[in-house]
T-cell receptor, first 110, second 115 residues
């Protein structure tokens, strides 16, 4: 069974701090990795994609990928209360399917 | 921007009714997906389609069927609704092409209650 594991949280950080969200996956041949943000009662929204080892930055968000360790992370710099949401890690396996983690709840305290 | 729409935001049906959930995407995506999301269980794939008239079972297809007659439209059918099908249903689409291939874009969801 291919799996994507995330700490369910909640992760609580003060406003302005860096939030670090982590994800591990089991399928070594995975090539595409995604982070989604989901506000309560809303659908998931894609915020970052990463396909190669290293860091990818987009505004306050940085995705990090280490395929050797089968590890993906998302850093949110200068966290804001509006960043409070559940963050889903997703990994595309072979074929057309994408496996989603259960999500990490993030609370940013003002 | 990719837009994925779903026919209803909220739906209440009775046990045994046949239920149709429709999803339409406007980005000419090849792939479309139906998920359900329940507290503590995350997103679970019901069915997906990689082309018109093509469909593949996901992880929890029992009690559901799908139809994809046109590229932009993917329907989920609950043949005889049961209370354990009360859930949030999410449709998504993705393309196969380029560096942004396989990024899934979600519709707003349909919260279905079966009484």
């Amino acid at each position: 069974q291919k799996e994507v594991e995330q700490n369910s949280g909640p992760l609580s950080v003060p406003e302005g701090a860096i939030a670090s969200l982590n994800c591990t996956y089991s399928d070594r041949v995975s090539q595409s990795f995604f982070w989604y943000r989901q506000y309560s009662g809303k659908s998931p929204e894609l915020i970052m994609s990463i396909y190669s080892n290293g860091d990818k930055e987009d505004g306050r968000f940085t995705a990090q990928l280490n395929k050797a360790s089968q590890y993906v992370s998302l850093l949110i710099r200068d966290s804001q209360p509006s960043d409070s949401a559940t963050y889903l890690c997703a990994v595309k396996t072979g074929g057309f399917k994408t496996i989603f983690g259960a999500g990490t709840r993030l609370f940013v305290k003002a | 921007d990719v837009k994925v729409t779903q026919s209803s935001r909220y739906l209440v049906k009775r046990t045994g009714e046949k239920v149709f959930l429709e999803c339409v995407q406007d980005m000419d995506h090849e792939n479309m997906f139906w998920y359900r999301q329940d507290p503590g269980l995350g997103l679970r794939l019901i069915y997906f389609s990689y082309d018109v008239k093509m469909k593949e079972k996901g992880d929890i297809p029992e009690g559901y069927s799908v139809s994809r007659e046109k590229k932009e439209r993917f329907s989920l059918i609950l043949e005889s609704a049961s209370t354990n099908q009360t859930s949030m249903y999410l449709c998504a689409s993705s393309s196969n092409l380029g560096v942004q291939g396989y990024e899934q874009y979600f519709g707003p969801g349909t919260r279905l209650t079966v009484t």
